[in-house]
């Protein structure tokens, strides 16, 4: 296509790519500007669709303009004042039908002054991760708000059927109507519970990616990717918040291993056995340097700041026993104290087993046997049975390593578990 | 995946003109734009070629050539690594720091990761 008119030289068989690109990088904005003008998500997203359909339509007859962004903007922009205009006017007819007090409720719409989009962005984050509803629904929300994925995206991301998703996406809307939430942005004294709320949904999405597994192998998923940009986002949008840093850092180094946890066969390699070259340097960099940020604002003491700093202690450690286990045990003792949990308690008796000896690591795992939380948890007895091991009681270690196999529902690990039992064996 | 987007060097640029209030505001507009998307992962700005050289090797004779060279619009001035979906998606972020900063000409290159090679 000739370059005519300011429009961008392009072939035409490219524009459907080029306006998948163009939603997910736009639509969140666009929908964030709607929504601030017409209150609800439903008639923002309706905007934001109008919009789009209308430039496929111009587009593909005329070209893709020089600053697709800006005529998406001012077209989303003139049907979000139309349907104020028309809702108005049909408000006014009822209000004379029922001859009340007609109420001037419009809006001087010749007069809206474009708030600043990075607060209407954030104030859409806000809405889709909302306390009123229930993570996933939180999730499934601002992945298709934010993210701009679709629903059939969202469903095979979570490994879930699309109807559930679209349901799931529907019911959430229909609650926040129904409690009349509208657009806004959090008063300082409420912010706090609200960033809460929007970081846990991000650590949620990034978890399920990263735990995602088919059989006995971790399948790549791309609920890290969007929550690792949710994280850059939410960063970047509140750049002095020590626990959003924190909950980037977490993820953009536990993100640093993905390639390295999986074996040649597609079997799941642990963290101390991973080749460490194939460790994606550009994320752990980054999440240092979030780290030293994080540091800056004297905010190391919260829960994500605390779990970022742990696996920024395996991140730096160039081999596995170049690892600072006494630093791991200390943050673990800091984080144990915050954020009190049986998990956390079984990851602080492993750093202490390796800081200080098994016995140490093995006062601090006995008392969570008798947790009914932990009874079926495989992890417990293979971490009793490794400390009991280095302490030479090879019964005790080989009835945990059982103990283990039995709970697993991984192979993999079943089979290294009986392998250490039957090495048991044979020193008993 | 990932995308090493540059612009180049003007003659203005080359020749140490520091930049306008304008254009400073241009690249805190950029900034902020980037901030916003959450697909910036690093990026680096260069000073003019004047303050640097150049190494070229002929069958194994290394020369070593102090700047500043001719020829601006064939520099480097600046590049980011953005984490996008698609090439589209890189080219549509490349688009908007063009237009924000007036760039002339964006490169948007692939960057080649651990996961190629699986």
């Not at chain 1, 719409?109 to 600043?116: E, R």
């Not at chain 1, 799931?168 to 109507?177: Q, S």
């Not at chain 1, 750093?351 to 008392?367: K, M």
Request: glycine share 6%.
């Amino acid at each position: 296509m000739a370059d005519l008119d300011g429009h961008t030289a392009t072939e035409t068989g490219n524009l459907d790519a080029m306006v998948t690109a163009v939603w997910r990088v736009e639509s969140p904005r666009i929908i964030a500007r709607v929504v601030r003008l017409v209150g609800d998500i439903d008639t923002a997203e309706e905007v934001a669709q109008d919009t789009f359909v209308s430039a496929i339509e111009k587009w593909r007859r005329d070209g893709i303009p020089n600053n697709p962004a800006a005529w998406l903007h001012t077209t989303a922009r003139f049907l979000a004042v139309d349907r104020i205009r028309r809702r108005d006017t049909q408000r006014h007819k009822y209000e004379q039908v029922a001859a009340t007090t007609p109420q001037t409720t419009e809006v001087d719409l010749d007069h809206i002054v474009d708030g600043d989009l990075a607060d209407d962005l954030l104030g859409l984050i806000f809405m889709s991760c909302h306390p009123i509803l229930s993570p996933d629904a939180r999730s499934a929300l601002t992945l298709k708000l934010i993210c701009g994925l679709n629903t059939a995206d969202i469903a095979r991301a979570f490994l879930t059927a699309e109807p559930t998703i679209a349901q799931r996406i529907g019911r959430a809307k229909r609650t926040l109507a129904a409690a009349s939430i509208r657009f806004e942005l959090p008063g300082a004294t409420e912010r706090p519970a609200r960033l809460d709320a929007v970081r846990e949904v991000i650590y949620l999405v990034f978890n399920e990616g990263y735990t995602a597994t088919s059989g006995d192998r971790w399948i790549h998923n791309e609920l890290c990717d969007e929550a690792l940009r949710l994280g850059r986002m939410l960063a970047g949008l509140t750049p002095d918040d020590p626990e959003t840093l924190g909950l980037l850092a977490l993820i953009e180094i536990q993100a640093s291993r993905l390639v390295a946890r999986v074996g040649p066969d597609g079997e799941p390699v642990l963290l101390m056995d991973q080749d460490r070259s194939r460790w994606d340097q550009t994320l752990i960099r980054r999440g240092i340097m979030l780290i030293g940020r994080i540091e800056q604002l004297h905010g190391t003491a919260g829960p994500y700041a605390l779990q970022a700093a742990i696996a920024a202690c395996h991140a730096r450690a160039i081999r596995a026993e170049d690892t600072d286990w006494p630093r791991i045990a200390a943050l673990y003792d800091g984080l144990a104290q915050i954020m009190p949990s049986p998990i956390v308690e079984l990851n602080r008796a492993v750093a202490t087993g390796r800081a200080f000896g098994p016995r140490a690591g093995l006062d601090v795992v006995r008392p969570l046997l008798e947790l009914p939380a932990l009874r079926e948890y495989h992890l417990l007895p293979a971490v009793v049975g490794d400390l009991s091991c280095s302490v030479g009681d090879h019964d005790e270690a080989r009835r945990q390593f059982l103990r283990a196999a039995a709970l697993t529902r991984n192979n993999q690990e079943r089979s290294t578990m009986l392998e250490r039992a039957a090495r048991c064996a044979t020193h008993s | 995946m990932r995308f090493m987007v540059m612009h180049y060097q003007t003659q203005a640029m080359e020749d140490g003109v520091p930049p306008s209030p304008e254009e400073q505001e241009a690249i805190g507009a950029y900034m902020q734009e980037a901030a916003m998307s959450g697909v910036l992962l690093s990026g680096e700005g260069v000073a003019s070629s004047a303050a640097g050289a150049r190494v070229e090797v002929t069958d194994g004779n290394v020369r070593v050539i102090d700047g500043p060279f001719a020829e601006a619009k064939e520099l480097i001035a600046g590049f980011g690594i953005l984490e996008v979906r698609s090439l589209e998606e890189a080219v549509e972020h490349a688009r908007k720091f063009a237009l924000l900063v007036g760039a002339e000409r964006v490169d948007v290159r692939r960057v080649v990761e651990f996961k190629d090679h699986e």
